[in-house]
C-alpha cells in the first residue's frame, strides 16, 4: 500500500492503549450507568476498531482511496442499521416485536395443503 | 496468465500488483463489514426486544473467558502487524517467528472457544428441543461455585416472573451467539489456514522487503477478523453485568 | 494516435485469437482469459435462461383458463417461484455483467486481464456449484416460497426444497461479490496509460456502479439466506413470530439487497445503451459526466429505497412516507439519463440496426417501466395494486423490455469483436421486432389485470379477466420467437458469418483498435489513450473526421 513503515513502537503503544481499553469496558460493564453502559461498551469497542484500522492496518498511511473504503463501508452498515432501526422506533407499541405472549399455531391457523 | 519472478502477466509493475492486491482485499474486507452487520442487525433488534433474555443469556457467559480471548486476540494482531515488519524490514526469520506466534495465540482462542461451547451443551444452552435456562441452577456441576449458583437461580426464577416465555427468547438469545461468534471463529479458522500458508513461505524466504503483499494483505483480513471481536466481546458478553 | 498497429487490410481474420489459443476442454474449464471465462458465462446464463423461460412458459398456458388448464395449485407455487430464482439469481443478475462485462472491460480499458483472473474463473465455478444446487432443489420437490422467500413460509412451513435452494442463492451470491470485487478493483488499477476516469466508456461506470452494488448488497443476502437455512435445518427462532422472532426482521434484510439487485439487473443494460446509441447515431454521447455520475447515483440511492416493497407489511407510517420520499428521488438519475440518450438521438445520423433497434426499445419500456414504478411508489396507490398484475407487469418491463433487451442488444453489437463475425442483418432487425411486439403483447395487458385487481401469484382468477390472459399468453408465444430467432442465427454466424474485421460499425471505443477475436493479450502493444470518448469528428485513426463521410454500419447479409 504504501512504503512508509510503521515502527514497532507505535504497535506496542497501540497495542497497551487496546489493552486499556478492554480494560476499561470490562470495568464499566459491572458499574451502573443505566443507559449508557451501551454507549460506553460501543464507544470503546469504536476506539479500539478505530486504533487497529488506523495503525495496525495502516489507513492511516494508505492512499486516499483506501481510506474511501473504509467510510464507505460504516456507511452503507449505517444506513442498513439506521433506516431498520427507524422503522422500529416509530411503530406503536403495539406493533413492536417482542410485544405479548408467543402464540403457537393450531392447524386451524393455516390452509391444509 | 503467466508469472515472471514475483510479477504476474496481467500486471505492467510490482507496484501496481501489491496496490491491486491490497485494494483487493480492502474490498473484501467491505463484503465482510456488511455479511457480519446482517447479524449484527438481527442482534439489535432482538436484544431491544427481549432484554431480560438477553441479560440473563449474557450472564451465563464465563467474562473470565471472554475478556482472556480478547487480550489473547489482540496480541495476535499484534504480533501479525510485527510479522509484516519483519518483512520489510528484510529481517526474514522473524517474519517465520510472528506468524507463528500469531497462529499459535488464534489457536488459543479457537481452544477457549471450544471450552466455552462445551460449557454450554453441559448447561442445556445449546438452541433446540433440550434448551432449558433453568437447568443449570437446578442441576450443580462439579466446579459450581454455590454462591454464584445460587444468585443464578434467582436471576432465573426474577427473569421467568418477568417474561415466561424467556426459554425462547433466550434460545435467540443463545442462537445468535452461537452464530455470531461461529461465524467469527470460521473466519478464524480460515485465516489460520491463511496463516499456514504464510509460514511455510517464511520458510522458504519468499517475502522481502520488495515483495511481502501476501503478509499484508493475510495482515488485513487478520485485523479485520479481530475488529469483530473486539465489537463481540461486550455485545455478547457485557449486556447486564452491572445489576 | 496510437501504438497499435495498422488494421488489418479489408476484413480478415486474425491469424491467432484467443479462441484458437489453445485446444481442449481443459484449456476452457482452466482459462485464466476473461474472454473465455465470459464465453463459459454466456453458455451457463442462456441455460438458466431456459429453465426459466421454461417455467414461464408453463405460468402462462396455465393461465389461459380463470379456474388453471395445466397444473395444481401446488404445483403453480413452484412454477412461478422456480422461474423468479432461476431468471433473477442465475440469469439477470449475472448476465450482462458476467458476459459482457468479463469480456469488454479490460478491452475497454486497455488491460491484458482483470486484476485477478484466477478469481475471475472462480467466480464462474461458483456460479456453476450454486447453479447445481438450484437445480437440484428444482428437481427434488422444486420451491413455493416465492422468489422473495417470506418467512416463516420458508424457514418454517414449506414442504419444498428450500434449504438446497438457499445454499445455491449463497454460494452463487459469493461468485457475483467476486465479481464485482474485480471489476472495481481493475477499473482503479489496470486502466491504460491516457485512459483516465473521464475517458472512461459509459459501459465501464455502469459495470463499476453495478459493482458497488455487488459489494454492498450482496453479502447482506448471503447473511440473511444462511440464517433461513439454519431456521429450517436447527428449528432456530429469528423469523418465526411463534418463537419469537419477526417475518418483518426478514423483509427488511432481505429487500436490503434485493431493492439494490434491480439495480444491479439495470445498470449494466443502461451502459450498453450508452454505448450503442452514439455509434448508430453517429453523435458524441450528450452529457457524458451526467450519465456517469447518474450511474453512482443509481447505485447510491438504489439503497435508500429497500423498504417501499413493505408499505403494507408492516412497517411503521414514518418509514413508509420516508421511503417513498426516496422512491421517487432514485427516478430522477434514470430520467437524466433517458433525456441524454434522446439528446443525442437528436439531429444525429440514425441507422436501423438491431443494435440500435433494442436501445430504442430499452429507452421506451424502460421508461414505461421506471413511470409505472412511480405508481408503485405513491403509497395511497400501491394500498390498491400492491401484490397485483401491475407489479409484475411494472418490473417485467423494466427487467425483460429493459434489462434482457440491453443484454441481447449488447450481445449483437459486440458479437463482431467477440467472434469476428458479423450475424444477418435483416433477420436481426426482425427478430427485434418480434420482440418488442411480442413483449408488449405480453405484458401490457398486466398492467391493466393489475389494476383491475387481479393478484399476482395466484393460480386461478375471476372469469372476466380471461381475455386479458389469452393475450398476454399470445403475446409470450411471439417473445419466445424473438428469443429463438437471436438464438439461432447468433449459434449459425459463427461458422457461417461473413468476416467483420477490426471495427465494422465503426465505433469509437478502444476494444475496437484490436483484432475481431482479440489476441489472448487483448492488444499486441499496450495502448496510449490521447482521444476522449464517443469523439466521432477527431479519429483519424478510425477513419473518422470532422468533414469525411461517416462508413455505414458492416452488414452479415451485404
Known amino acids: 500500500m504504501s512504503e512508509h513503515i510503521v515502527s514497532p513502537k507505535v504497535y506496542f503503544t497501540i497495542f497497551a492503549a487496546l489493552m486499556v481499553g478492554t480494560g476499561i469496558t470490562v470495568w464499566a460493564a459491572f458499574q451502573n450507568f443505566g443507559k449508557f453502559n451501551i454507549v460506553i461498551a460501543l464507544g470503546v469497542a469504536t476506539i479500539k476498531a478505530t486504533l487497529v484500522v488506523l495503525y495496525f492496518m495502516h489507513a492511516r498511511y494508505s492512499p486516499h482511496r483506501t481510506q474511501l473504503v473504509i467510510v464507505c463501508a460504516v456507511f452503507w452498515l449505517a444506513i442498513m442499521l439506521g433506516l431498520t432501526l427507524a422503522d422500529y422506533d416509530t411503530r406503536p407499541h403495539d406493533m413492536q416485536p417482542g410485544e405479548g405472549r408467543l402464540v403457537q399455531p393450531t392447524p386451524a391457523h393455516f390452509l391444509s395443503v | ?243 | 494516435m496510437s501504438d497499435t498497429p495498422n488494421p488489418l487490410p479489408g476484413r480478415q481474420m486474425p491469424h491467432e485469437d484467443y479462441l484458437n489459443a489453445s485446444y481442449g476442454i481443459r484449456s476452457w474449464l482452466l482459462t485464466t482469459d476473461h474472454k473465455r471465462i465470459a464465453l463459459l458465462y454466456l453458455g451457463s446464463v442462456t441455460f438458466f435462461f431456459f429453465i426459466g423461460g421454461i417455467f414461464a412458459t408453463l405460468i402462462r398456458i396455465h393461465l389461459l383458463t380463470p379456474s388453471g388448464a395445466l397444473v395444481t395449485p401446488e404445483t403453480y407455487n413452484k412454477l412461478f417461484t422456480m422461474h423468479g430464482v432461476a431468471m433473477i439469481f442465475f440469469f439477470l443478475i449475472p448476465s450482462i455483467p458476467a458476459v459482457l462485462g468479463n469480456f469488454l472491460l479490460p478491452l475497454m480499458i486497455g488491460a491484458k486481464d482483470l486484476a485477478f483472473p484466477r478469481i475471475n474463473l472462480l467466480s464462474w465455478y461458483l456460479y456453476i456449484i450454486g447453479g447445481c444446487f438450484a437445480l437440484y432443489s428444482f428437481s427434488t420437490g422444486g420451491l413455493d416460497t416465492g422468489w422473495t422467500f417470506y418467512t416463516p413460509l420458508s424457514s418454517v412451513y414449506s414442504n419444498s426444497a428450500v434449504t438446497p435452494a438457499v445454499i445455491g442463492i449463497f454460494i452463487n451470491g459469493f461468485s457475483s461479490i467476486l465479481t464485482g470485487l474485480n471489476f472495481i478493483v481493475t477499473i482503479h488499477t489496470m486502466r491504460a496509460p491516457g485512459m483516465t476516469w473521464f475517458r472512461l466508456p459509459l459501459f465501464a461506470w455502469a459495470q463499476y456502479a453495478t459493482s458497488i452494488i455487488f459489494i454492498l448488497g450482496t453479502p447482506v443476502i448471503a447473511i440473511t439466506l444462511l440464517l433461513v437455512g439454519l431456521e429450517r435445518m436447527f428449528h432456530l427462532g429469528f423469523f418465526n413470530p411463534a418463537m419469537g422472532g419477526d417475518p418483518i426482521l426478514f423483509q427488511h434484510l432481505f429487500w436490503f439487497y434485493s431493492h439494490p439487485a434491480v439495480y444491479i439487473m439495470v445498470l449494466p443494460a443502461m451502459g450498453v445503451i450508452s454505448e450503442i446509441i452514439p455509434t448508430f447515431a453517429r453523435r458524441s454521447i450528450f452529457g457524458y459526466s451526467f450519465i456517469a455520475g447518474s450511474s453512482i447515483a443509481i447505485a447510491v440511492i438504489g439503497f435508500l429505497v429497500w423498504a417501499h416493497h413493505m408499505f403494507v407489511t408492516g412497517e411503521s407510517t414514518y418509514a413508509a412516507l420516508t421511503f417513498s420520499f426516496l422512491s421517487y428521488l432514485v427516478a430522477i438519475p434514470s430520467a437524466v439519463k433517458v433525456f441524454n440518450w434522446t439528446s443525442t438521438l437528436y439531429k444525429g445520423s440514425i441507422s436501423w440496426d438491431a443494435p440500435m433497434l433494442y436501445a430504442l426499445g430499452f429507452i421506451g419500456l424502460f421508461t414505461i417501466g421506471g413511470l409505472t414504478g412511480l405508481f408503485l411508489a405513491c403509497l395511497g396507490l400501491d394500498i390498491h395494486i400492491h401484490d397485483t398484475y401491475f407489479v409484475v407487469a411494472h418490473f417485467h418491463y423494466i427487467m425483460v423490455g429493459g434489462a434482457v433487451m440491453g443484454y441481447v442488444g449488447g450481445l449483437h453489437y459486440w458479437w463482431p469483436k467477440i467472434t469476428g463475425k458479423l450475424y444477418p442483418e435483416a433477420l436481426s432487425r426482425i427478430a427485434a421486432i418480434t420482440l418488442f411486439v411480442g413483449f408488449n403483447l405480453t405484458f401490457f395487458p398486466q398492467f391493466i389485470l393489475g389494476y383491475l385487481g387481479m393478484p399476482r401469484r395466484y393460480h386461478s382468477y375471476p372469469p372476466e379477466f380471461q381475455v386479458l390472459n389469452v393475450l398476454s399468453t399470445a403475446g409470450a408465444s411471439i417473445l419466445a420467437l424473438g428469443y429463438l430467432l437471436p438464438m439461432a442465427y447468433l449459434t449459425w454466424s459463427m461458422r457461417y458469418g461473413k468476416v467483420a474485421g477490426q471495427n465494422p460499425w465503426p465505433a469509437t471505443g478502444l476494444e475496437w483498435k484490436t483484432d475481431s477475436p482479440p489476441p489472448t493479450e487483448n492488444f499486441h502493444v499496450t495502448p496510449e489513450v490521447t482521444w476522449e470518448p464517443y469523439d466521432f469528428k477527431n479519429r483519424p485513426d478510425l477513419g473518422l473526421a470532422a468533414g469525411a463521410p461517416l462508413p455505414a454500419p458492416a452488414h452479415g447479409d451485404d
Open chain 2, 1 to 243: 496468465m503467466h508469472r515472471t519472478g514475483d510479477l504476474y502477466g496481467q500486471f505492467q509493475t510490482l507496484e501496481q500488483q501489491k496496490e491491486t492486491a491490497a485494494l483487493g482485499m480492502w474490498i473484501f474486507l467491505v463484503t465482510e463489514v456488511l455479511f457480519f452487520g446482517g447479524l449484527f442487525l438481527t442482534y439489535t433488534i432482538n436484544r431491544s426486544a427481549y432484554s431480560t433474555a438477553f441479560g440473563i443469556g449474557s450472564n451465563t457467559l464465563d467474562i473470565k473467558l471472554g475478556a482472556g480471548n480478547t487480550v489473547v486476540l489482540i496480541m495476535s494482531s499484534l504480533t501479525m502487524a510485527m510479522a509484516v515488519w519483519s518483512a520489510q524490514v528484510g529481517k526474514k526469520k522473524l517474519v517465520g517467528v510472528f506468524l507463528i506466534a500469531t497462529l499459535g495465540l488464534g489457536t488459543v482462542f479457537l481452544g477457549v472457544k471450544g471450552v466455552e461451547y462445551k460449557q454450554k451443551f453441559d448447561h442445556h444452552l445449546i438452541p433446540g428441543r433440550n434448551f432449558d435456562m433453568k437447568y443449570h441452577p437446578t442441576h450443580p456441576m462439579p466446579g459450581d461455585d454455590p454462591k454464584e449458583l445460587a444468585l443464578e437461580k434467582k436471576e432465573v426464577e426474577e427473569a421467568f416472573a418477568h417474561d415466561p416465555d424467556i426459554n425462547a427468547h433466550g434460545q435467540l438469545y443463545f442462537s445468535l451467539y452461537f452464530g455470531m461468534t461461529g461465524l467469527h471463529a470460521l473466519h478464524m479458522i480460515i485465516g489460520a489456514g491463511l496463516l499456514v500458508w504464510l509460514i511455510k513461505g517464511s520458510f522458504a524466504g519468499r517475502f522481502t522487503p520488495q515483495y511481502n503483499t501476501p503478509v499484508e494483505v493475510v495482515g488485513l483480513y487478520w485485523h479485520f477478523v479481530d475488529i469483530v471481536w473486539i465489537f463481540l466481546f461486550p455485545l455478547l458478553y457485557l449486556i447486564d453485568r452491572h445489576r
